[in-house]
């Protein structure tokens, strides 16, 4: 059944309040794929003009066609009655009926928790979701985010730096590096952690698509923190979300005339707790964490190159031109270490063409 649920949740052009319709018509995916012309030509008759969709994409994609596709791309799928479909969104009356993701899911019996703000955020902001990322991190939490600019990409990146794990929910297919910018991220990501969507490989992001998001961001974390958000953003969307959901919502507090500090003061003023410090939210939620030994030790196996050129770091950090100097590498063969010392977060680029080691 597996095999229809697929394909039946990469059917082009329509979202979860048409599938929701399809299911009440039939009773599962494959009664779709079985369903005679006349009884789809039955519905769109009777007001459901997206059904011509439904029609065109079945002529077009066998549910056999569809897996394998996907697996060729690295995409998995879960239908929501799936073994691995995550237990946290089951209960949600609007969950996903299905995921695709790159990686893996959320571990189930570790704590979530999602970190979201602003895209164009401060330096205090940026500092305060990578502090917060790291002590959640390396008190063996996992961090939920949406993979954008500004807060959520500072969070993951703190995170996997620390040795953690972090889930990005997309806004498009699982196939889709968006924001591009952030495509060393999402590589990262696919080693330790997961990319995730309810969106077929191939759907492009679109302003429409991230509200859907936002209920699987805060779906899959148990507490929700938000940084810095604007009066209207999308994060204070992701918070609206997990009110409903029944998740614990934290907010960063800041100065009440600034734009920025606008959506995290009014949610505290409606009850969300207070982050005042990262000690604080640490000592609420992980407060057995003195006490516990940091887990994800540091087992990895390194190519000859990429040993050499880690050797070359010390306590500062190094250009590229000083390690092709030091290490006689060919610049092909430098770029494709440091990349590869990257994507195993030993090393990070904090400017262009200048390194420095993490780990």
């Known amino acids: 059944m597996e095999q229809y649920w697929e394909w039946f949740c990469s059917i082009a052009g329509i979202y979860r309040t048409q599938r929701e319709i399809l299911l009440r018509c039939f009773p599962d995916p494959k009664q779709i794929w079985e369903a005679s012309d006349q009884e789809l030509f039955f519905l769109r008759e009777r007001g459901c003009r997206w059904m011509q969709k439904v029609i065109d994409y079945r002529k077009m994609h066998s549910p056999e066609e569809i897996v394998n596709a996907d697996r060729e791309l690295g995409i998995q799928f879960t239908s929501m009655e799936g073994s691995c479909y995550p237990a946290r969104l089951k209960p949600l009356r609007d969950r996903p009926y299905g995921l695709f993701w790159r990686g893996e899911l959320p571990v189930e019996d570790v704590c979530s928790v999602a970190i979201v703000g602003a895209r164009m955020c401060t330096p205090g902001g940026r500092t305060m979701a990578e502090a917060l990322a790291r002590e959640i991190a390396h008190a063996g939490g996992q961090i939920i985010s949406g993979g954008a600019y500004g807060i959520d990409g500072a969070a993951q990146w703190a995170a996997l730096e620390e040795g953690g794990k972090s889930y990005a929910v997309f806004g498009c297919g699982a196939d889709q590096y968006y924001p591009a910018s952030n495509r060393r991220l999402f590589m990262r990501l696919e080693t330790c952690g997961g990319l995730i969507s309810e969106f077929p490989a191939g759907t492009k992001a679109k302003s429409v698509h991230f509200p859907m998001r936002n209920r699987i961001i805060s779906g899959l974390a148990d507490y929700v923190i938000v940084v810095e958000a604007r009066k209207k953003s999308g994060s204070l969307i992701t918070a609206e979300f997990a009110l409903d959901q029944g998740r614990q919502i934290y907010a960063v507090p800041g100065r009440p005339d600034d734009e920025l500090s606008y959506g995290c003061n009014e949610l505290i003023s409606q009850g969300a707790g207070l982050v005042l410090s990262v000690e604080d939210f640490m000592d609420a939620v992980f407060p057995d964490r003195k006490q516990m030994k940091k887990i994800l030790p540091l087992n990895i196996t390194l ?52 390194y420095v080691k993490v780990k």
């Open 303 to 354: 190519a000859p190159a990429e040993k050499l050129v880690y050797s070359k770091f010390g306590l500062r950090g190094k250009s590229l031109w000083e390690l092709e100097e030091n290490t006689s590498l060919s610049l092909s063969d430098l770029c494709d270490s440091l990349l590869s010392l990257e994507l195993k977060g030993l090393i990070k680029e904090t400017e262009q063409n200048f």
